[in-house]
């Protein structure tokens, strides 16, 4: 019965690991009878447990023990989690706990348990071979075509990225539902195959005195299969995939000659005769200072996206601009830089070499003045309390306007990249989990051009990757940059070196940071916030004139806003899993403010997959789903603290819908969120975009429920942004 059980398990988790061949529903259902078959298994087993204890422990029982003990650990979470979540077997147990940790747990134990049933069973095979009577020949040959499967199902393993969600690299999965259903089931047993016959050999290892067996057999049967995996992956390639594969697993490339790294960020080079055309008149200006900044030459561009980029926002009008000859930092401005002309370093991730980061509009400018100074050049602005002004002609250092970044970035690309193809985290540093078009992919990826790569969670040394074609490095990823100009529609007609809309309350800043999607990296897409900014992935790069075809001035008024002290506070938000709903409770109970959960007269779904989709779809069309609930005295309330969950880098658009019902000039936004890893994403840009007129307060970001950290995290935010607590 034992044996007859083993099989019928074996069997079930081939099919419990083809998510792509049962569906949902049935997969949820092989999962309960998984679990019942465990627990049978383990009472038919229960003399094991007696003898735990017993007798004397030599290496081969010691590790079948340890395997068996993690084995019945890792299904146990696997079970735990995967009910956790479920919306078809047993939906009361949904939400036992935070819905975003359980995927990725459930994601990870359940390869472990994969992984682990295949040593176990492997560790088990001399047992149930010995008394196996054959011929030396036939059991080389048995070994060989053994040896021969498990290599390929140690390069498929491989392929398959497997580790990656092992180690919650990755926190869900990607399958290919194109594939046969069949070939899916002979993978997955391949897979298994390594696994059990990495365990036999093992077992024959530890056994081997017992069986007076050559002691380097095991080992050399045990590297036959690697050797047949590692040929297999150089030789079964596909010309046209991305590094995310075991293979060749991104990694940061802030060390290798070839990604232009360095340990001083060195002058400008000379151009090399296969360089682009533009990157060859890239050279310093004989007449300026020798800082190594890069001459872009005048030019026409469209700027903006077409209607038909994906994931394109309404405000990317494509237009026609003319661009005078500027010189631009082919670097993010470092953290060394900023903090010798500064006096100090506000920067969250610190190092000489990182870009700097933390630092406002008005920062960015008053850096731009004291560069200036220091090189002997005219500074560019004229800054007082209540305006500031742009001396155009001036030769000093500066923002780039809006349309200079994008003009410099595209670098002659019409694009939604520079790189004229998906961008891949082997190319930049952003949320690489989240490469371009991902959304509408989420859970088969093999349509996408780029897939998903690491995710770095933090900056890395400026130049750690290949430059653009005219010699510019970062210009997607690491951190955003400001521009000069106000956040406002285009001007479509006749533009030549605009300077931005003529008034606004927000400013642009461009490129996308380490925490950003891949659809918010792109070179036509504008992020905007209050002069008064500060973010972990929001940094600056410098330009200066190049000759004198710049003339005039500008003048904005610009006065840090007053923030709000004592008004009556509203607390807003959209929870669905309940983790927000959770923070938005602490907030109410430290400070006592009005309280209202804004749902859907139109609900998404209570299944986590299907709401995935949902939110993406309405994001993507830009829904306005109508709310079940009105705030009826909204004149009443001064100050707003606003939460969501962080959804596809954004707010969830019950949030947009709520932003867009009432006027909020005056009034102060303070948003929070939840979120999985990406902390804020673009979520501060949308609300900046949907209510213009209102002074932004310090943001809060708290991984899924915060855990025990979380009170306190509230208070240290209530008192930031001077709200009064109980």
């Given at each position: 019965?034992?044996?007859?059980?083993?099989?019928?398990?074996?069997?079930?988790?081939?099919?419990?690991?083809?998510?792509?061949?049962?569906?949902?529903?049935?997969?949820?259902?092989?999962?309960?009878?998984?679990?019942?078959?465990?627990?049978?298994?383990?009472?038919?087993?229960?003399?094991?447990?007696?003898?735990?204890?017993?007798?004397?422990?030599?290496?081969?029982?010691?590790?079948?023990?340890?395997?068996?003990?993690?084995?019945?650990?890792?299904?146990?979470?696997?079970?735990?989690?995967?009910?956790?979540?479920?919306?078809?077997?047993?939906?009361?147990?949904?939400?036992?706990?935070?819905?975003?940790?359980?995927?990725?747990?459930?994601?990870?134990?359940?390869?472990?348990?994969?992984?682990?049933?295949?040593?176990?069973?492997?560790?088990?095979?001399?047992?149930?071979?010995?008394?196996?009577?054959?011929?030396?020949?036939?059991?080389?040959?048995?070994?060989?075509?053994?040896?021969?499967?498990?290599?390929?199902?140690?390069?498929?393993?491989?392929?398959?990225?497997?580790?990656?969600?092992?180690?919650?690299?990755?926190?869900?999965?990607?399958?290919?539902?194109?594939?046969?259903?069949?070939?899916?089931?002979?993978?997955?047993?391949?897979?298994?195959?390594?696994?059990?016959?990495?365990?036999?050999?093992?077992?024959?290892?530890?056994?081997?005195?017992?069986?007076?067996?050559?002691?380097?057999?095991?080992?050399?049967?045990?590297?036959?299969?690697?050797?047949?995996?590692?040929?297999?992956?150089?030789?079964?390639?596909?010309?046209?995939?991305?590094?995310?594969?075991?293979?060749?697993?991104?990694?940061p490339v802030s060390i290798t000659e070839e990604t232009h790294a360095f340990e001083e960020i060195p002058e400008a080079a000379e151009p090399e005769e296969n360089e682009p055309e533009q990157a060859k008149t890239?050279?310093?200006?004989?007449?300026?200072?020798?800082?190594?900044?890069?001459?872009?030459?005048?030019?026409?561009?469209?700027?903006?996206?077409?209607?038909?980029?994906?994931?394109?926002?309404?405000?990317?009008?494509?237009?026609?601009?003319?661009?005078?000859?500027?010189?631009?930092?082919?670097?993010?401005?470092?953290?060394?830089?900023?903090?010798?002309?500064?006096?100090?370093?506000?920067?969250?991730?610190?190092?000489?070499?990182?870009?700097?980061?933390?630092?406002?509009?008005?920062?960015?400018?008053?850096?731009?003045?004291?560069?200036?100074?220091?090189?002997?050049l005219t500074p560019c602005y004229t800054i007082t309390d209540t305006e500031i002004t742009w001396d155009r002609a001036a030769n000093g250092y500066r923002l780039p306007t809006e349309a200079e970044w994008e003009?410099?970035?595209?670098?002659?690309?019409?694009?939604?990249?520079?790189?004229?193809?998906?961008?891949?985290?082997?190319?930049?540093?952003?949320?690489?989990?989240?490469?371009?078009?991902?959304?509408?992919?989420?859970?088969?990826?093999?349509?996408?051009?780029?897939?998903?790569?690491?995710?770095?969670?933090?900056?890395?040394?400026?130049?750690?990757?290949?430059?653009?074609?005219?010699?510019?490095?970062?210009?997607?990823?690491?951190?955003?940059?400001?521009?000069?100009?106000?956040?406002?529609?285009?001007?479509?007609?006749?533009?030549?070196?605009?300077?931005?809309?003529?008034?606004?309350?927000?400013?642009?800043?461009?490129?996308?940071?380490?925490?950003?999607?891949?659809?918010?990296?792109?070179?036509?897409?504008?992020?905007?916030?209050?002069?008064?900014?500060?973010?972990?992935?929001?940094?600056?790069?410098?330009?200066?004139?190049?000759?004198?075809?710049?003339?005039?001035?500008?003048?904005?008024?610009?006065?840090?806003?007053?923030?709000?002290?004592?008004?009556?506070?509203?607390?807003?938000?959209?929870?669905?899993?309940?983790?927000?709903?959770?923070?938005?409770?602490?907030?109410?109970?430290?400070?006592?403010?009005?309280?209202?959960?804004?749902?859907?007269?139109?609900?998404?779904?209570?299944?986590?997959?299907?709401?995935?989709?949902?939110?993406?779809?309405?994001?993507?069309?830009?829904?306005?789903?109508?709310?079940?609930?009105?705030?009826?005295?909204?004149?009443?309330?001064?100050?707003?603290?606003?939460?969501?969950?962080?959804?596809?880098?954004?707010?969830?658009?019950?949030?947009?819908?709520?932003?867009?019902?009432?006027?909020?000039?005056?009034?102060?936004?303070?948003?929070?969120?939840?979120?999985?890893?990406?902390?804020?994403?673009?979520?501060?840009?949308a609300i900046s975009k949907l209510a213009p007129n209102a002074v932004m307060g310090q943001a809060l970001a708290i991984n899924y429920s915060g855990g025990t950290a979380m009170p306190g995290d509230v208070s240290?935010?209530?008192?930031?942004?001077?709200?009064?607590?109980?």
């Amino acid at each position: 019965m034992r044996k007859i059980l083993d099989i019928i398990l074996t069997l079930v988790l081939l099919f419990l690991m083809a998510y792509q061949v049962t569906g949902e529903m049935i997969h949820e259902w092989i999962g309960i009878s998984m679990t019942v078959l465990v627990i049978v298994h383990h009472i038919l087993n229960r003399k094991w447990y007696a003898a735990l204890f017993r007798g004397r422990y030599n290496a081969y029982r010691s590790l079948t023990t340890l395997v068996s003990i993690l084995l019945l650990a890792a299904f146990f979470m696997t079970a735990f989690f995967g009910m956790s979540m479920s919306g078809y077997a047993v939906p009361f147990l949904y939400g036992m706990a935070p819905i975003s940790f359980v995927r990725r747990f459930h994601l990870a134990m359940s390869f472990w348990s994969y992984v682990l049933m295949g040593l176990h069973l492997g560790l088990h095979i001399p047992a149930m071979t010995a008394k196996w009577k054959m011929e030396k020949v036939l059991r080389i040959l048995l070994s060989a075509g053994f040896a021969s499967a498990a290599g390929y199902g140690l390069f498929l393993f491989l392929e398959s990225s497997i580790t990656d969600y092992m180690f919650f690299r990755v926190p869900f999965a990607f399958l290919d539902y194109e594939k046969a259903k069949a070939l899916v089931i002979l993978e997955n047993l391949l897979m298994l195959v390594f696994w059990a016959f990495l365990g036999s050999q093992i077992a024959n290892l530890c056994l081997r005195k017992a069986k007076k067996t050559n002691p380097l057999l095991p080992i050399v049967w045990a590297l036959t299969a690697v050797v047949i995996a590692l040929v297999l992956g150089q030789t079964i390639k596909d010309p046209e995939a991305e590094t995310f594969s075991g293979w060749n697993a991104d990694v940061p490339v802030s060390i290798t000659e070839e990604t232009h790294a360095f340990e001083e960020i060195p002058e400008a080079a000379e151009p090399e005769e296969n360089e682009p055309e533009q990157a060859k008149t890239a050279q310093k200006d004989p007449a300026e200072v020798s800082d190594g900044f890069i001459l872009v030459d005048s030019g026409s561009f469209l700027m903006g996206s077409p209607e038909t980029e994906n994931w394109r926002i309404d405000d990317e009008a494509q237009h026609e601009v003319t661009v005078s000859a500027f010189y631009i930092d082919p670097y993010e401005t470092v953290q060394e830089e900023y903090e010798r002309l500064m006096g100090d370093n506000p920067s969250l991730y610190t190092g000489t070499r990182l870009p700097v980061e933390q630092i406002s509009w008005l920062d960015a400018l008053r850096f731009a003045n004291a560069k200036s100074e220091d090189a002997g050049l005219t500074p560019c602005y004229t800054i007082t309390d209540t305006e500031i002004t742009w001396d155009r002609a001036a030769n000093g250092y500066r923002l780039p306007t809006e349309a200079e970044w994008e003009y410099a970035c595209r670098a002659g690309t019409t694009t939604p990249f520079n790189t004229e193809h998906s961008l891949s985290a082997a190319e930049a540093n952003f949320y690489g989990h989240y490469p371009y078009e991902i959304e509408e992919n989420y859970f088969d990826n093999s349509v996408l051009e780029a897939k998903p790569g690491e995710y770095r969670g933090h900056t890395l040394e400026v130049g750690s990757f290949s430059p653009n074609g005219w010699g510019l490095y970062d210009c997607h990823g690491n951190v955003n940059e400001w521009t000069w100009d106000y956040y406002g529609p285009y001007e479509t007609e006749g533009a030549a070196d605009p300077t931005g809309a003529a008034a606004g309350t927000r400013h642009v800043y461009r490129g996308g940071g380490w925490n950003d999607f891949a659809k918010n990296m792109r070179s036509a897409y504008r992020a905007a916030g209050q002069a008064d900014l500060k973010s972990f992935n929001l940094g600056v790069r410098l330009v200066r004139n190049a000759g004198n075809s710049r003339t005039g001035s500008v003048t904005v008024s610009e006065g840090i806003p007053e923030t709000e002290h004592g008004g009556k506070v509203l607390i807003a938000f959209y929870s669905w899993g309940g983790n927000t709903r959770r923070i938005a409770h602490e907030i109410q109970s430290q400070t006592g403010a009005d309280l209202i959960e804004l749902t859907m007269v139109d609900p998404y779904s209570d299944n986590y997959s299907t709401v995935l989709m949902e939110d993406q779809e309405a994001q993507h069309r830009q829904d306005r789903p109508e709310l079940s609930v009105h705030v009826d005295k909204m004149d009443e309330y001064d100050v707003i603290l606003i939460g969501y969950p962080n959804w596809w880098a954004s707010i969830p658009m019950p949030i947009a819908t709520f932003l867009e019902s009432y006027d909020f000039s005056g009034k102060q936004i303070i948003p929070f969120c939840s979120h999985g890893g990406g902390r804020f994403g673009q979520s501060l840009t949308a609300i900046s975009k949907l209510a213009p007129n209102a002074v932004m307060g310090q943001a809060l970001a708290i991984n899924y429920s915060g855990g025990t950290a979380m009170p306190g995290d509230v208070s240290a935010w209530l008192d930031a942004n001077g709200i009064e607590r109980k």
